[in-house]
């Protein structure tokens, strides 16, 4: 398309120029706190930080959360745009419509709706009483519980629209002529959709464990202070304990875990492909 | 050479007529709340008396803080409000002056507890809260802090968390009711850390109490007065408690930054604050509670903000020093018992 490589790096200078300016240099300067005490590169913050028992809770129970989170997206957004894809054109459109409504909605007024839901004169608890399956309301609010369910609603939908796209490139005879040669569901799952589908799973996968350990509203909300998560120690870090090193060292920490996310996901999806 | 010296003469003229323009701007920097009442209430009306400029910067103290810090050396803000243990942190850094009382006429008027709030002479304070316990009334019966932490009673019961304003003064109560009365909070961040599984939440932001107490998640929980009004409006049987240790709180103070060049003017600005008419504006708002004694309001609004010689009095505070030097402390014990 271009001449030469440099006609094309040209025209890629201004928006490489603004993102260093305005984005890579201040995080680099940001993140090179959590390696410098007292003006020595050194990682004794990152020692520090995961020398404290309840630092090493939190980190354990956001990567805990984000894996959950994750793998249950994928299994309900399989599901879910499985059914999508094999609808006629209007109605997809129609259900895509839906799966998107609640991206338009503020995570806060999605998250406060939470808490009618699952308080204790809830409609969850209210179900579960009316069915005899408790005789007194459940906690489940302020739990990790709580968490799991605010995370997975609000991320589910990227999950779903990035297997969408992957499925609908999924040639249309593959799943028939795959269960004609007598495949049971489970192969067809993973010898064929998986394997042909792995972009989209390793997108909607890396943006919603992104999105989950990242969260900051649900998680400060739904779970408070007995459920921190790394996004609201950072967040106490910086406002109350006024300890930006740590706090650089948590963001630090943040962005390995989506980066390893995203490798991660890629092999195993590659790995399944060579079977 | 003649241009050189018109132009240098030019320039005398141009730098002595903006530090003209400057002596007449006035820079504050307070809380981000209620800035709509403030601005009609008591910053227009200031800029129409004093014929200046005032400019207002908002935000959480910390950030506040942080940027007073950074411009020591050229400050940009001439006085800020603050919580008063934040104030004595910074006449400890050195970012603020001693505030000269002899300029501010209504400084007599003023409770004794806000006179003077850290004895250094670094601050005055403008307004104050009680901390008590709002609780229902057909559940339960709160006559001392400890009762918060009863066995029929804390399942339904949200703390504040360590980290926000109200945690360490109820912590404060909590200990005195349990028989310490030591700094550090231990005994109190204890016994919450022993219930931390029953306890319903440490809360952040009080505003997510009024939902919490009208869906019944909660019976009962510590709170500045500054929220009890929202709960006065639930059609539940809720009460402020008056338990027998008594109530805590806070308060809120002006400090002036050193090596400003409008100190004159910021205490101008500051009497004009602490004026019986300012004050008592700012209560029938229900913005800020008054330091001065001479306000006088209706029985309606003293029911809904820290009202009158009697309670100013009862208030136990958490003396500055002791929570600046106890706060990191606080937090790592907090989080040792209660947050994992």
């Known amino acids: 398309m271009f001449q030469n490589r440099a006609e094309a790096l040209a025209l890629a ?16 300067l940001l993140l090179s706190e959590g390696f410098k005490v007292a003006e020595q590169w050194t990682l004794s913050a990152f020692v520090d930080f995961f020398s404290q028992p309840l630092n090493r809770t939190v980190f354990l129970r956001t990567l805990k959360l984000g894996a959950m989170v994750t793998l249950v997206a994928a299994v309900i957004g399989y599901a879910t745009a499985y059914a999508i894809v094999s609808l006629p054109a209007g109605a997809k459109g129609r259900m895509i419509g839906l799966v998107v409504l609640p991206l338009m909605i503020s995570p806060v007024a999605r ?57 609908e490139n999924l040639p249309r005879d593959a799943v028939p002529a795959a269960r004609v040669l007598g495949a049971n569901w489970f192969q067809v799952f993973w010898k064929v959709i998986l394997p042909l589908t792995r972009e989209g799973l390793v997108v909607g996968g890396t943006l919603v464990f992104t999105g989950s350990m990242t969260a900051y509203i649900t998680p400060a909300i739904l779970g408070g202070s007995k459920v921190l998560m790394l996004e609201t120690l950072l967040y106490q870090q910086v406002t109350v304990a006024n300890n930006f090193v740590s706090a650089s060292v948590i963001a630090f920490i ?20 060579r079977t | 050479m003649k241009k050189l010296l018109y132009l240098s003469a030019a320039a005398v003229v141009l730098a002595a007529g903006s530090a003209q323009a400057q002596d007449k701007t006035l820079t504050i920097s307070v809380y981000a709340f209620a800035q709509d009442e403030f601005k009609e209430i008591l910053y227009d009306p200031f800029e129409a008396k004093c ?27 001439d006085m800020a409000v603050v919580s008063m243990t934040d104030a004595l942190s910074a006449a400890r850094t050195g ?7 002899s300029k501010l006429t209504n400084f007599d008027k003023l409770y004794d507890i806000a006179k003077d709030p850290n004895g250094d002479g670094m601050s005055v304070g403008y307004t104050f809260y009680a901390t008590s316990i709002a609780y229902r009334t057909d559940k339960m019966k709160i006559e001392s802090w400890a009762d918060l932490l009863k066995d029929d009673v804390v399942s339904h019961v949200a703390f504040p968390n360590v980290t926000t ?7 404060y109560m909590l200990g005195k009711a349990l028989g310490s009365d030591k700094p550090d909070l231990k ?42 009004a929202p709960f006065t409006k639930l059609d539940l049987p809720i009460a402020w408690a008056t338990p027998k240790e008594g109530q805590t709180g806070g308060m809120n103070v002006m400090v002036v930054t050193k090596g400003s060049k409008n100190q004159d003017l910021a205490h101008e600005f500051m009497d004009f604050w602490l004026s019986t008419e300012i004050q008592t504006k700012l209560a029938d708002a229900l913005v800020d509670s008054p330091a001065n004694s001479e306000v006088k309001v209706s029985d309606e609004v003293a029911n809904n903000i820290t009202y009158g010689q009697e309670t100013a009095q009862s208030l136990k505070l958490i003396p500055s020093d002791v929570a600046l030097d106890n706060r990191d402390a606080w937090l790592s014990e907090w989080n040792a018992e209660v947050g994992q």
């Open chain 2, 51 to 77: 014929g200046c400029k005032l400019v207002v910067e908002t935000g959480n103290s910390v950030e506040r803080l942080a940027k007073m810090e950074a411009n020591k050396e050229n400050p940009v803000v």
């Open chain 2, 165 to 171: 304003n109200q945690g360490p003064p109820a912590l």
């Open chain 1, 13 to 28: 200078l201004p928006a490489a120029i603004f993102a260093a300016l305005v984005f890579i240099v201040p995080v680099l």
């Open chain 1, 254 to 273: 943040l962005i390995i875990m989506s980066v390893a996310a995203n490798i991660l996901l890629k092999r195993i999806a590659t790995a399944r492909n």
């Open chain 1, 111 to 167: 998250t406060y709706a939470w808490i009618v839901i699952l308080g204790r004169t809830g409609i969850v608890n209210q179900a579960l009483m009316a069915i005899g399956l408790t005789d007194e309301p459940i906690r489940i609010l302020f739990t990790e519980t709580a968490v799991f369910i605010g995370l997975l609603q609000l991320f589910l939908p990227l999950m779903v629209i990035s297997l969408i796209s992957a499925l």
């Open chain 2, 187 to 228: 005994a109190a961040i204890e016994a919450v850390g022993e219930k931390k599984d029953e306890i319903v939440t440490f809360y952040v932001k009080s505003s997510q109490l009024v939902q919490l107490m009208q869906q019944e998640e909660i019976w009962a929980a510590p709170i500045g007065r500054f929220s009890w």
């Open chain 2, 95 to 101: 970012l603020t002056d001693k505030i000269d009382t």
